[in-house]
């Protein structure tokens, strides 16, 4: 137990300083940082948002809107100000179709994976994953070959999920003195979305749109503990938190003369709506040996899907990390086949610290293998 008492003030002072409800009690931090650029630039606010690029941390419910073939990339400096070296990378892909999403982040094959690295020391935690959501409605218009005007996703829908993981964390592995531990735990949400505009407007097409959805999950809701070697106590748990949110959209269709000009070329004819607005907010209830509650609420404002403009919230008292965030995102579609990201989201750090915010950023591809097949078939 030697090593895991030099390492404690490194892992303490990351929890309390960075702004992910991670701290105080919980252990297996890398466990607790949401990967989701978008959500962390709308403070955090992600569990009931199915629209646009979602938060499969935050909500694996949300993988059952996955579409084709995904490929996902983030890094991010932790501790800026206070440790250089400590950094969190995470690779994810995720395949989805007809409702059914899969997402793989180092199981089954070693695929992708997320490793939190404490520096020069060589400790480390890594988490490997995967995680399976299906959209109700969606599955059911798949199964019933219903045309987009039958349709009952364009009305609502209810989506569950489920993500499993396995968490490794090894400190001063260079020490003959080191300490291990391992757990395995998993995640699990729901998410039900209702449209107002489809109902008013008996699920034809129009001007405008607009959704709301209700989501809750719960991370890390096993029972399993951190037990690490040599030690003599029933071991450590994770941080087990409780997400309950809302959110709204609302959207502005592109006029029809863009529209028409832009179905003449291909590479534009994946376009979204012209204008499209986001609200959310979340709550949360993180509970191990002491509880404590966490407040997050964010806006994104999107222009054709190309340019997204976001702002959050994060109020997490305990924690003493209580400020704004923002973001913003680019995607470059091309056509129906495929499109690239790059998202870049702020956050605060424990006010008071004198510490910068910290920065993250992610890369992110996208690729229909069903359309590309389809337009090979003229």
């Known amino acids: 137990m030697r090593g895991l008492t030099r390492i404690a003030p490194v892992v303490a002072a990351l929890m309390v300083v960075f702004a992910s409800g991670a701290h105080a009690q919980g252990t297996g931090v890398s466990m607790m940082f949401e990967q989701s650029m978008r959500t962390a630039g709308m403070g955090g606010a992600g569990v009931a948002v199915p629209w646009g690029v979602t938060s499969t941390w935050g909500n694996p419910a949300t993988l059952g809107y996955a579409r084709g073939w995904g490929w996902e990339e983030t890094r991010t400096q932790l501790v800026p100000g206070l440790a250089d070296d400590i950094w969190i990378r995470n690779q994810r892909m995720t395949v989805g179709l007809g409702g059914v999403g899969v997402s793989w982040s180092g199981q089954p094959g070693g695929v992708g994976g997320q490793k939190l690295d404490y520096g020069d020391d060589g400790s480390f935690e890594t988490v ?21 005007e039958r349709s009952l996703a364009r009305y609502g829908d209810v989506a569950f999920g489920e993500n499993f993981k396995d968490c490794t964390i090894v400190f001063l592995p260079n020490d003959p003195h080191d300490s291990r531990a391992r ?4 995640d699990w949400g729901v998410l039900a979305r209702v449209s107002p505009s489809a109902f008013l407007r008996h699920g034809r097409e129009g001007v405008w749109a607009a959704d709301v959805a209700f989501g809750h999950s719960v991370i890390n809701a096993g029972d399993e503990h951190f037990v690490y070697e040599g030690a003599d106590d029933q071991g ?3 941080s087990r938190i409780r997400r309950t949110g809302v959110a709204a959209m609302g959207s502005l269709a592109q006029p029809t003369a863009m529209h028409m000009v832009f179905e003449h070329f291909p590479i534009l004819s994946a376009l979204g709506p012209l204008l499209r607005l986001t609200v959310s907010y979340d709550h949360e209830e993180i509970v191990t040996g002491a ?3 966490v407040d997050r609420s964010g806006q994104e404002l999107s222009l054709l899907g190309v340019v997204d403009l976001r702002h959050g919230h994060v109020e997490d008292l305990e924690g003493e990390v209580v400020g704004d965030t923002r973001g913003i995102g680019f995607c470059l579609p091309l056509g129906k086949i495929a499109a690239f990201r790059w998202d870049y989201a702020e956050v605060p750090q424990a006010r008071d610290s004198g510490l910068p915010n910290v920065t993250r950023r992610s890369w992110s591809m996208w690729v229909n293998p069903a359309e590309i097949i389809r337009r090979g078939g003229k």
């Open 128 to 148: 490997r994953s995967w995680g399976i959501g299906v959209s109700a409605a969606t599955l059911a218009d798949r199964l019933g070959k219903r045309s987009p």
């Open 236 to 238: 450590w748990p994770p």
């Open 291 to 293: 509880d404590y509650e």
């Open 183 to 186: 757990a395995k735990n998993h």
